[in-house]
């Protein structure tokens, strides 16, 4: 499965644009990729995963602005379509598993 976050976040102050970084910097150290700005990805090994980081994210959501997450599948994922300069893109790979001893 993936978890997609998208956010729209104010960034008007000093204070705002802290958060707004500091949240960003959370997603990456989460293991997220950025798909474009504020559109987040992550693939996850299966509903508990996505469950345990949308917890995880809950409890460092911005004081401000707003934040969706949401889960598709690896067969939702494989069909999204993608234009880059107007040329046609398939969807990224799945990435490898990471095996630790």
Same mark, same amino acid.
């Given at each position: 499965?993936? +978890? %997609?976050?998208?956010?729209?976040?104010?960034? @008007? =102050?000093? *204070? &705002?644009?802290?958060?707004? %970084? /500091?949240? /960003?910097?959370?997603? +990456?150290? &989460? @293991?997220? #990729?950025? *798909?474009?700005?504020?559109?987040?990805?992550?693939?996850? *090994?299966?509903? #508990?995963?996505? &469950?345990?980081?949308?917890?995880?994210? @809950? @409890?460092?959501? !911005?004081?401000?602005? =707003?934040?969706? +997450? $949401?889960?598709? =599948?690896?067969?939702?994922? &494989?069909?999204?379509?993608?234009?880059?300069? /107007? *040329? /046609?893109? !398939?969807? !990224?790979?799945? !990435?490898?598993?990471?095996? +630790? $001893?």
């Amino acid at each position: 499965m993936w +978890l %997609v976050a998208m956010f729209d976040l104010p960034t @008007g =102050t000093d *204070a &705002e644009r802290k958060a707004y %970084v /500091r949240f /960003r910097n959370y997603l +990456l150290d &989460e @293991g997220f #990729e950025m *798909a474009q700005y504020s559109v987040y990805m992550r693939c996850c *090994a299966g509903k #508990e995963k996505v &469950e345990a980081l949308v917890q995880r994210i @809950g @409890g460092n959501l !911005p004081p401000s602005g =707003t934040v969706t +997450l $949401f889960a598709i =599948t690896d067969k939702q994922y &494989e069909g999204m379509i993608n234009f880059r300069c /107007r *040329a /046609r893109h !398939p969807s !990224p790979a799945k !990435p490898a598993q990471l095996v +630790l $001893f």
